[in-house]
């Protein structure tokens, strides 16, 4: 069964860098692609980017400035950093897999609430 | 971007009800639009890719169709599990973009 699990500080302060890790487990990182997708709070659903295990990267443009999404697939890992932070970054953070189609996201993380507040 | 207007926002019905919600994309997405249910607190659950494939495990009772522009997502009858948020979203090109959401709840 694939599980998608997101870790990371749960509160950043405004204008420092988000950073958050989703680990895999029960699939190989090297057949998909995996997303970050976050969510404001009672807002809707906005797709930040994803990479595939060769490290290539798609970032959604209003963000792209400030996103980086890595891979570590030896861990089974892969992260997302988002600089200079304000409190509209604040939102559950989810990592997704992208199905047969890259972006069907058919397995989804929990979910990470990130609040940014001095 | 491709803009996806997703409508009613909100519906109330009852159980054992047929409900639709529709999907509009600003262009052409042939059938590359899926559609997820959300519950409180909870991650989105994909039940339908490419407008009418039903994932599995997912009750026959949704269904999808569409093609081009337009999109809908049926479910024939509902059921108490049913009631929650439902986002459509294109994955014909980046950035993927999602529709605003239909909450669906009891009258």
């Known amino acids: 069964q694939v599980q998608l699990l997101e870790s990371g500080p749960g509160l950043v302060k405004p204008s420092e860098t988000l950073s958050l890790t989703c680990t895999v487990s029960?699939?190989?990182?090297?057949?998909?692609?995996w997303s970050w997708i976050r969510q404001p709070p009672g807002k809707g659903l906005e797709w930040i980017g994803y990479i595939y295990y060769s490290g290539s990267t798609n970032y959604t443009p209003s963000l792209k400035s400030r996103v980086t999404i890595s891979i570590d697939t030896a861990n089974n890992q892969f992260s997302l950093k988002l600089s200079s932070v304000t409190a509209a970054d604040t939102a559950v953070y989810y990592c997704a897999r992208g199905g047969f189609y890259r972006g069907d996201f058919d397995y989804w993380g929990q979910g990470t609430l990130v609040t940014v507040s001095s | 971007d491709i803009q996806i207007t997703q409508s009613p926002s909100s519906l109330s019905a009852s159980v054992g009800d047929r409900v639709t919600i529709t999907c509009r994309a600003s262009q052409t997405i042939i059938t590359y639009l899926n559609w997820y249910q959300q519950k409180p607190g909870k991650a989105p659950k994909l039940l339908i890719n490419?407008?009418?494939t039903l994932q599995s495990g997912v009750p026959s009772r949704f269904s999808g169709s569409g093609s081009g522009t337009d999109f809908t997502l049926t479910i024939s009858s509902l059921q108490p599990e049913d009631f929650a948020i439902y986002y459509c979203?294109?994955?014909?090109?980046?950035?993927?973009?999602f529709g605003q959401g239909t909450t669906l709840d009891f009258k």
């Open positions: 029960g699939d190989s990182m090297r057949s998909h692609y």
């Open positions: 490419t407008a009418s």
């Open positions: 979203e294109q994955s014909y090109s980046t950035p993927y973009t």
